[in-house]
């Protein structure tokens, strides 16, 4: 996996650069999917926010891509172990694997993801997040989509593509949902102080939620939040 722009510039333009919420919520996700005490892969941890999150309740683990995102997260998520490199660590090595925002930056994600796959022990989680060209985000927004503002990203594929090469790599799919429409304005008519908080009710009430499980349809996600388990 390679990405041409890993540099600290790049997380602050993305807002990748610090906690937020989103990370709280997927932690929290995360320990639906996984018993505390597991063993986890961050697969591409940035700068390591969530990382220190999930160590607070797991045997955490981290790699990503950048050497300057595994120096920062050795700093953010001292609790955790930053790998060099995965792809030699044995089969079975994990009970949850974690990527968000990292596989629509690689070529050719199948290859990966059948990798990771090989990570998980039997009955191991996958929860990954990736950008949605389904949802009403994109269709509303065409060509000022935000997935579509980064030239880093590489794959993005649609639902069915990303469904498909999870189960290639003998993942069983759990579930599929939204991240809610984050990325206003969508429309000309309002000012986007009131877009934000029209468009983001959805989002706002799925965080809020006390199951820490998504439950917002596709469609209404700029993101696909996925996830599968290895039989």
């Known amino acids: 996996m390679s990405e041409p722009d890993t ?3 790049y997380y602050e333009r993305h807002g990748l650069d610090g906690d937020r919420i ?11 999917l996984c018993p505390p005490g597991g063993r986890i892969l961050d697969f591409g941890c940035g700068t390591g ?46 009970d949850a694997i974690v990527s968000l925002h990292t596989l629509e930056h ?30 009403w985000g994109r269709r509303l927004k065409g060509d000022r989509w935000f997935a579509y503002r980064d030239p880093t990203h590489r794959s993005l594929l649609s639902r069915g593509e990303w469904l498909t090469l999870v189960r290639r790599a003998d993942l069983r799919v759990q579930w599929v949902h939204g991240d809610g429409m984050w990325d206003a304005p969508y429309v000309g008519l309002l000012p986007t102080a009131l877009q934000r908080p029209l468009f983001g009710a959805p989002a706002a009430v799925q965080l809020a939620s006390p199951i820490a499980r998504p439950f917002l349809p596709a469609a209404l996600g700029e993101c696909l939040i996925v996830a599968a388990r290895r039989s």
């Open 22 to 32: 989103a990370l709280w919520y997927y932690a929290r996700v995360v320990s639906r």
């Open 49 to 94: 926010y969530l990382l220190r999150r999930l160590s607070r309740s797991f045997h955490a683990f981290g790699y990503d891509a950048a050497a300057a995102g595994r120096g920062q997260c050795r700093v953010n998520a001292p609790d955790a172990v930053v790998l060099e490199e995965w792809q030699s660590l044995e089969p079975a090595s994990f």
């Open 106 to 135: 690689i070529q050719r994600p199948g290859p990966v993801l059948q990798e990771l796959a090989t990570k998980l022990v039997a009955g191991g989680a996958l929860l990954f997040v990736v950008p949605n060209p389904g949802g």
């Open 7 to 9: 540099t600290a510039a």
